[in-house]
């Protein structure tokens, strides 16, 4: 199985922060990377597809980045709204295997 | 819109089968594969498998063999995820999510709301 290694786990950011979020995968995915929000008490929300490519309607402070086994997440001015876990999910193999998330919290 | 609508909580003895439903809605059901993915209280992620609506076939992981069976009904547009010998470990929430397939790119694009199963004695 391939294996994804996010970090941090948590981080605490004020708003207007930039907020940067790393994922690794132990094999190369190529760019078979999606990332996804989830909110406390709500299902997961997809964002992102092909490590860079928005969902329509996602917000455009957003964005991803990365190929191969390296990945990175990013968003431009936290917002409070932006409390949330994110994850990160390779599909070049199966299982789908999901990153253990980045829980992000308002300073 | 698209919607996928889960049935309602359960609480199950260990031993015991569960049964979750996944009505889907807003698009061509057979045209998409229904994956599902559990969240164990406190954790992360976890995926359990895919079924698809259009010939029944399935997939399922590793740990989910042997005692999960994912099945639909397209006259009603609707998934099912049925697990048996229930555990403690199981207790979690289980979601269902639509999978998108375009040009190479695939991705988990509409969940449902969840359905948390307890199992406790």
Not at chain 1, 82 to 90: P, S
Not at chain 2, 43 to 68: C, D, H, I, K
């Amino acid at each position: 199985d391939i294996q994804m290694t996010q970090s941090p786990s948590s981080l605490s950011a004020s708003v207007g922060d930039r907020v940067t979020i790393t994922c690794q995968a132990s094999q190369d995915i190529k760019k078979n990377l999606n990332w996804y929000q989830q909110k406390p008490g709500k299902a997961p929300k997809f964002l992102i597809y092909d490590a860079s490519n928005l969902e329509t309607g996602v917000p455009s402070r957003f964005s991803g980045s990365g190929s191969g086994t390296d990945f990175t997440f990013t968003i431009s001015s936290l917002q409070a709204e932006d409390i949330a876990t994110y994850y990160c999910q390779q599909y070049d193999d199966l299982p789908l295997t999901f990153g253990g998330g980045t829980k992000v919290e308002m300073k | 819109q698209v919607q996928l609508v889960q049935s309602g909580a359960e609480v199950k003895r260990p031993g015991a089968s569960v049964k979750v439903s996944c009505k889907a809605s807003g698009y061509t059901f057979r045209n998409h594969y229904i994956h599902w993915v559990r969240q164990a209280p406190g954790q992360g992620l976890e995926w359990m498998g895919w079924f698809n609506p259009y010939n029944g076939g399935t997939n399922y992981a590793q740990r989910s063999q042997g005692r999960v069976t994912m099945t639909g009904d397209t006259s009603i547009s609707t998934a099912h995820m049925e697990m048996s010998r229930l555990r403690y470990d199981d207790t979690a929430i289980y979601y269902c999510a639509r999978a998108f397939w375009v040009s190479g790119s695939y991705y988990l694009d509409y969940w449902g709301q969840g359905t948390l199963v307890t199992v406790s004695s």
